[in-house]
């Protein structure tokens, strides 16, 4: 169930509009976090807001967006809105994402990194199971342009 993005929360937060300045801001998020860069590849991001102090954050997209992660041959589903709480290392109560496996969607709630040096990124879904996949497979590289 998502938090609901009342004006209370929002007055609280840095709030943004814009793909282009939702997309930058998300991505300085999970490095803030010591994230994967590619770790929520949404597309036209209408909202974002990052409330600091507790660590809550949403995302709001025009319509849900399935992406694959080529590196893995796996595909995600994210909903118009992705909603969580960010702290180093993870990303936990976070709803609108769900993983295909098989033949079946199911439900992300949290994703951590207990060890960086092991370069795997862990994603347990509400019943406690988790899979490990390498961290390198959510990466993107950035755009390097000389000026």
């Known amino acids: 169930m998502s938090v609901v993005v009342t004006e209370d929360v929002r007055r609280r937060a840095e709030v943004y509009e814009g793909d282009e300045i939702c997309q930058e801001k998300l991505k300085e998020m999970l490095k ?78 949290d994703i951590y990194v207990d060890d960086p040096s092991t370069d795997k990124i862990t994603f347990q879904v509400p019943t406690g199971q988790s899979k490990q996949y390498p961290i390198s497979a959510f990466h993107i590289e950035e755009d390097t342009k000389e000026i």
């Open 32 to 109: 803030e976090i010591c994230l994967p860069n590619g770790l929520l590849p949404l597309k036209d991001i209408h909202e974002c807001g990052y409330h600091r102090d507790n660590g809550f954050f949403w995302l709001k997209q025009n319509k849900s967006y399935t992406h694959k992660f080529h590196k893995l041959g796996k595909q995600v589903s994210y909903a118009p809105e992705v909603t969580g709480y960010a702290q180093k290392g993870k990303i936990t109560k976070i709803t609108g994402v769900k993983s295909k496996q098989l033949m079946i969607w199911i439900t992300v709630s």
